[in-house]
């Protein structure tokens, strides 16, 4: 894969563009706008990826030595200028979406959230656990966004408040999977110095909070349903989802060792992409 490519993270990119799409689907609008908006995502979490694989490049040496620059097959002051394109990229096309649909919200909440990545890569993400809220809230904020693309292209305001409620489930798998990831890195960031909550609290006490976050996220899920956002297809759907974030949650409670976390990120997100189509089904 091409290198420019690899570090943007592509699977979290049509993941995060995904987050836009479903709520183009519950809304059942599908505009130009909703198009901008993708396209803005698609760039600002392309550019957060970038930016933070450079502000990492030390830790990644240790914890991710493939990485395109760790590996040397792209410079760091070429990856800083590809962050920065793409991010100047998000943002023009985020005035276009906000001349659209008449509303300076969607340019805000892009300037926002790339200024949050940004800063994020550069300072927060060694804070303990407030980092890892940042990912979690900036992963839930891709469905906030298209909600207010298209309530104000609509004139619904609601749909701002059935994609923020389905951005807070985002938000609270995201914040375990970021502990689950710090658990695994634990090494890597001892050695630069960087304080996490598992470094901090320990493995342990860190195995609890993710499967928390995780366990809790599951026991209201089915409120999508029963607020009646999503029909019965939804929930007969986001049941095996649970039960994959349950075993990876019962699997981190056990084991606490960079395979164990290494596997139970990789069911988290197997769970997330059986949600987004639980909430495509959910949606017919
Ligand atoms: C119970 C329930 C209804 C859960 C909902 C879960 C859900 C729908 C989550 C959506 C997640 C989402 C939109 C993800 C976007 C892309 C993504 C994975 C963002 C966060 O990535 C940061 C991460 O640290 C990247 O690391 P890695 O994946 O190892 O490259
Ligand atoms: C709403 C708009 C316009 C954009 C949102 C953009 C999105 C979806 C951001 C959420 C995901 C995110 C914060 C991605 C970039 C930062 C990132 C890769 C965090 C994880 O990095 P580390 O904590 O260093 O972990 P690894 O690098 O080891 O994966
Ligand atoms: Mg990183």
New binding site residues.
């Given amino acids: 894969m091409n290198s420019y490519i690899e570090i943007i993270?592509p699977g979290?990119v049509v993941m995060?563009v995904i987050?836009v799409v479903l709520v183009a689907i519950v809304a059942d609008s599908y505009t130009i706008p909703v198009l901008l908006g993708m396209l803005?995502?698609f760039f600002?979490?392309s550019g957060?990826?970038v930016i933070?694989?450079v502000f990492?490049y030390k830790?990644?040496s240790i914890?991710?030595p493939d990485r395109p620059i760790p590996s040397g097959r792209i410079s760091l002051e070429n990856a800083r200028k590809y962050a920065y394109l793409l991010f100047i990229l998000?943002v023009l096309v985020?005035f276009i979406t906000s001349y659209l649909v008449q509303s300076i919200y969607p340019t805000v909440?892009?300037l926002f959230?790339?200024i949050i990545?940004y800063f994020?890569?550069s300072n927060l993400?060694s804070t303990v656990l407030l980092?890892n809220f940042?990912?979690g809230f900036?992963?839930g904020?891709?469905f906030?966004?298209a909600g207010v693309i298209i309530g104000f292209d609509l004139g619904d305001m609601d749909l701002i408040g059935i994609s923020s409620f389905l951005g807070f489930f985002a938000l609270l798998m995201?914040f375990a999977r970021?502990i689950t990831?710090?658990i695994e890195?634990i090494e890597g960031d001892t050695a630069e110095g960087v304080k996490t909550f598992p470094i901090v609290y320990g493995a342990k006490t860190a195995s609890y909070l993710a499967a928390f976050f995780a366990i809790v996220d599951c026991i209201l899920c089915p409120l999508l349903y029963f607020t009646h956002i999503f029909n019965i297809l939804y929930l007969i759907v986001i049941a095996v989802a649970v039960i994959i974030f349950l075993y990876g949650a019962v699997l981190l409670l056990q084991k606490q060792d960079s395979k164990t976390c290494h596997k139970v990120s990789k069911l988290l997100k197997i769970g997330m992409l059986i949600a987004f189509v639980s909430f495509v089904l959910g949606s017919i």
């Fill in positions: 993270r979290n995060a987050a803005s995502v600002a979490i957060g990826n933070n694989d990492d830790i990644d914890n991710r998000s985020s909440v892009v959230a790339v990545l994020y890569a993400k980092g940042i990912v900036l992963t904020l891709c906030i966004f995201t970021e990831k710090d890195d």
